[in-house]
């Protein structure tokens, strides 16, 4: 009888008390508040918490150009400005399969994240951003296109995404260059590009070259009216 109520205890005690030891530690583990000690990039920090613990953060849902794309540098700074050195709070959000953090940088009332945004430092990155208030973000965007801010001012701004893609995955090999040199050439002046039949295919400004139509229209290029490549 004794033993049968220890263990009726035990389970209540179990029930009881291990759910709030587990919430207790997802709350802490919720947000991260320090000192932004180091910026990566435009859309990565480094957070130092009270416990002396580094975390670096991925902010989430947005995506800033790669550094050696137009305004990759600019976002780099923009973040700097906006946070380094400063108290932030983190919400976490999700880890990546890089291991980092993914999270909502606060600081004063302001969001880090929708502050890129909307001015043009960060494309909206839909694919991972699924939160309720994914939609606004969505639409600030939509605002910083249309009012042509930051990135947005730039003729063909292209993708971070597509351009870690195209500089990885689908960047010909020397070879294949050599092979095809010939097949397109694109105008650096007005973005048009044409095929090697065209009267323009050695124009003045022609100094782009490209192994196929894809790769011309990928760097930001439009085919020609006359040749239609
Ligand atoms: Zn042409």
Known sequence: MIIRRFVIKSIFFSLVFLPILFLNQACARNTISGKVVSV?????????????TQHKIRI???DCPESHQGYGQKAKQFTSDLVFGKTVEIKIMDTD???RTVGIVNID??????????NGMAW??????????CSQWNQYQEEARSR???????QNPIPPWEF???SSKTAPNPTTITQNAGAYHGNSKSMVFHSSKCKF?????????????????????RPCGECKP
């Open 40 to 52: 990566t990039d435009g859309d990565t920090i480094t957070v130092l918490d009270s416990s002396n």
């Open 60 to 62: 989430y849902g947005v």
């Open 97 to 99: 399969r890089y291991g």
């Open 109 to 118: 009332s302001k969001s880090l994240n929708a502050e890129l945004i909307i």
């Open 124 to 133: 909206f990155y839909g694919q991972y951003c699924k939160a309720s208030f």
């Open 148 to 154: 042509k801010i930051g990135l947005w001012s730039m």
């Open 164 to 166: 870690r893609h195209g």
């Open 201 to 221: 295919y050695d124009c003045k400004n022609c100094t782009a070259v490209f192994p196929d139509r894809d790769m011309a229209i990928k760097t930001g290029f």
